[in-house]
Every structure is written in structure tokens, then in C-alpha cells.
T-cell receptor
């Protein structure tokens, strides 16, 4: 069945702090993972991705960590800004399935 | 220069009506998708087309019929609309299946 889930449905952090959004997956055949950001009234927007042969990837203010041993994915956002407030989704590509499976989503709120 | 576009953005209609949502991508991608996002923000894939051929049909009722006239377009026709069809429908595309998907702005469907 659907395997991607998130530990926390909501997360509030102070502006300027770092935030970590977690995601658990259960399919060991997943070979590609993506984080999306969805702002209110908009479609999901690609943030960063990582393949299963890596355990860390960095972008601008964002880092994705992949722990295949415990099937865990996280998104770290450094020095959060008000514009980071959104719902964040993790998604996994199950090898051969030809589709992404999305997690439940975490709503991140940045407090001024 | 919108990459993935959908029309209409909002759709309010009566139960029992038939309606269509259109999607176009100018990214040159081979694969296109339709997703349904419910009120709890859960994203569920409905259909996937690769080069005009249906590759995924996620047990969606027969009232939903996708059509891909060419690989840049994927339309969704819904017959006999029901209250439970109210949701946001997102179109997405990717270079090929299993790769990063880029989403349109969504169509907010409300069935009364």
C-alpha cells in the first residue's frame, strides 16, 4: 500500500531558526526521493531531490538527508524566513512503479 | 512562459453535470499526470500518460476519463459529477515516468 508518511503534521518555528521536517517510508525498493513545497492556493513546487545512492544533498538553505537503514528522509531548512511557511511533502519513487507516492504533508509555520 | 498550465482555475457546478479540465505543458516532457488533493491536503495520483498512452489508472471511477491529444496536453473529463468529487485537481508533467514532476497551479472544483 501507500508507504510514505510524516511524523508531524504541523511544525512552528521562529523566524531565523532552523527547521527539520521528517518523513518515513517503508518501501526498500524506492530509489528516488523528492521534497515539494506547497504554498496556499498554489501547486506543489520542487525543492530538492536525492537518489538512493546518496545520503545527503544540499541546496540553497535546504539539505535533504536520507537514512536507508531506517527508511527515513528529512528536510532541513536553515535560517527560516516567512516565505518558508507552507505545506511540505516528501515523495518517493518506487522503482518500476512509474509513479511518485506522496506523504501526508507537514504544515510549517514561521513565527515572526 | 508558464511551464504547466491548467484551466479553469475555479470550477463551481451542480451535481450531475459533466465538466472538463484542461492541462498543457511546454517543457517538452513525455509524461503527464492528474492528481486529486482532498481537504486534508493528501495528494493521490489518478492517471498517468506517457507519450499519449495511458500507463497508470489508479482505480478511478469510470466517470473520470482522461484524454491526451498530444504529449503536451492531458485533459480530464468528468461525467455525472458527485459531491465527493469536490477537491483540487493538479496536473503535472515529468521528462519521463519516475522523474521529478512539475505541477500546475491546480483547478479548484466545487460540486453543489
Amino acid at each position: 500500500g501507500e508507504s510514505v508518511g510524516l511524523h508531524l503534521p504541523t511544525l512552528s518555528v521562529q523566524e531565523g531558526d532552523n527547521s527539520i521536517i521528517n518523513c518515513a517510508y517503508s518501501n526498500s525498493a524506492s530509489d528516488y526521493f523528492i521534497w515539494y513545497k506547497q504554498e496556499s492556493g498554489k501547486g506543489p513546487q520542487f525543492i530538492i531531490d536525492i537518489r538512493s545512492n546518496m545520503d545527503k544533498r544540499q541546496g540553497q538553505r535546504v539539505t535533504v538527508l536520507l537514512n536507508k537503514t531506517v527508511k527515513h528522509l528529512s528536510l532541513q531548512i536553515a535560517a527560516t524566513q516567512p516565505g518558508d511557511s507552507a505545506v511540505y511533502f516528501c515523495a518517493e519513487n518506487i522503482q518500476g512503479a512509474q509513479k511518485l507516492v506522496f506523504g501526508q504533508g507537514t504544515r510549517l509555520t514561521i513565527n515572526p | 512562459d508558464t511551464a504547466v498550465s491548467q484551466t479553469p482555475k475555479y470550477l463551481v457546478t451542480q451535481m450531475g453535470n459533466d465538466k472538463s479540465i484542461k492541462c498543457e505543458q511546454n517543457l517538452g516532457h513525455d509524461t503527464m499526470y492528474w492528481y486529486k488533493q482532498d481537504s486534508k491536503k493528501f495528494l493521490k495520483i489518478m492517471f498517468s500518460y506517457n507519450n499519449k498512452e495511458l500507463i497508470i489508472n489508479e482505480t478511478v471511477p469510470n466517470r473520470f476519463s482522461p484524454k491526451s491529444p498530444d504529449k503536451a496536453h492531458l485533459n480530464l473529463h468528468i461525467n455525472s459529477l458527485e459531491l465527493g468529487d469536490s477537491a483540487v485537481y493538479f496536473c503535472a508533467s515529468s521528462r519521463t515516468s519516475g522523474e521529478t514532476q512539475y505541477f500546475g497551479p491546480g483547478t479548484r472544483l466545487l460540486v453543489l
